[in-house]
């Protein structure tokens, strides 16, 4: 099943030369707490083995006799990262039997010690996968737990018994956890929408570099546009995080490149969905665009049209808008061309003039529901030169004006809307981040997070 998903998600992956644009997962040692608390009581659950029934040789007759895990309690469940290597695990537990012996059971406790090595490495199809080179179990003295029983000779081979099924059925058990971990990480190459008809993908691209305070991977964006792997012009490829950057005790640190933005906001371009019409209307208090209006500040277009009609301002993206990312500031930059259209006789539009427009927008980032988005406000001016017109000579400082209040809003409300909606951040099925940080850098960002696990 697992080898089935496996082979059609490599189907899946288109084979492009293009080279991607990378962001650095970096697991930072206080995960390991996390896991360490939460994976106990799974841990638990999934230590509690069945034991086979145990055959006392010490009457006349072979007398089977059943045998029960009531509890498994493991208060130390302690993991850390080994260099180049991947996680230890060691866990102390005392595990609680009941022994149905004839005439009267027994209850039997026995502290047993765990050790585990388990590597780390790069999948197959691009996920991080876990996988245990070395596992132990240790065994203390079985306790017995009815203080007014005597032991007696049955405890030794009783406890012989036990150890030999743990020995072999513990280690089982975790890797049986692995495994499914391994399934649960292989959720984090699913596709994830970006906007309309487009979405991201991230893979591994190499093997984790494991130091003992963090494990990091580096991963590749891929972006979609209705189903097809976007080409960039051109992508730094080699995109390092360097340590530490970020909030020092986050459990996770996402470094995000500047070529992911601008494939994110490329895609945005050739998707179509950042150009917009301003539509005017008639006998509206808050629509300054009609003809009377502009007849006012251009007296041909006061000349062409003595009746009042609405007008429209068609706003196209043929230039990428550029993100600039500085320490401490995001910025886009927008450069559009506008055309200010109004309805011709035959009810058709007719351009009255078009403007090539620069605007710097500032970028607030942030992230919500494991994605990462943004809100943006102007910086300073709308700048604006006439690239043609049909009306004349046309004062810029008039029509500054009108551009301020009539193509501002708009466009932030449509902006804001698209980047509201913002790109996944590499993630797995019901890993949530919580409480995340933004920082800002030369060339990238960072996200500085805690993580919960939530179904
Ligand atoms: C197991 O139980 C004994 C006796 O109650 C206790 O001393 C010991 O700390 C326990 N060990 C673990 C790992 O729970
Ligand atoms: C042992 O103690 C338990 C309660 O602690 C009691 O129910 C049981 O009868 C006792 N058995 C013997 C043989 O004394
Ligand atoms: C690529 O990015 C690295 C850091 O991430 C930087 O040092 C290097 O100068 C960049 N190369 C180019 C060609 O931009
Ligand atoms: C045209 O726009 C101006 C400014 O908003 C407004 O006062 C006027 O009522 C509008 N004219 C019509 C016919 O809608
Ligand atoms: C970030 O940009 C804002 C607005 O342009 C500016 O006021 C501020 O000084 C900038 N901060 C840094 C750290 O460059
Ligand atoms: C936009 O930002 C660039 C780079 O900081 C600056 O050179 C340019 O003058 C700004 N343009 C406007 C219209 O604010």
Partial sequence: MAWAMGLLLLLLLPAVGASRPGTVVRLNKEVLSY???AGKAPLQQALQVTVPNFLDRSGEALQPTRIQILNVHMPH???KFIAGFGIHLLA??????KIFRVPEPLRLMLPVKLLVDAPVDQGSIGTPVVSISDCFSFFDEAIVLDHNRTASKLLVPLQKHIQAVLQNKL???????VQD????????????????????RYSMINAPTITKDYISLDFNAVLFLLGRPIVLPEVNTSFVLPHPVGASAAMVTVGLSQDLFDSAILLLQKAGVLNMDVTGELESNDN?????????????????????????LKVRLGATPTVTLRTGNATLQLRPFVEVLAPASNSAFQSLF??????????????AEVRLR??????????????????????????QTLVDTVFERPLLDHLNALLGMGIALPHVVSLHYISPEIFVYEGYIVVSSELLYQR
């Fill in 35 to 37: 896991v360490a608390e």
């Fill in 77 to 79: 469940l302690h993991l």
């Fill in 92 to 97: 102390a537990a005392n595990f609680t039997f």
């Fill in 171 to 177: 280690c089982l058990r975790i890797s049986n956890v």
């Fill in 181 to 200: 971990l391994n399934v649960h990480l292989g959720t984090l190459i699913g596709l994830s929408p970006v906007g309309p008809e487009s979405q991201v």
């Fill in 288 to 312: 300054m665009l009609n003809t009377s209006m502009l007849g006012q500040l251009i007296p041909e277009v006061a000349h062409q049209f003595p009746e009042p009609r609405p007008l429209v």
């Fill in 354 to 367: 078009s403007l090539n427009v620069v605007v710097n927008l500032s970028l607030q980032l942030f992230v």
């Fill in 374 to 399: 943004g809100t943006t406000s102007v910086l300073g001016n709308v700048q604006i030169t006439v690239a043609s017109s049909n009306v004349g000579l046309i004062d810029l400082e008039k029509v």
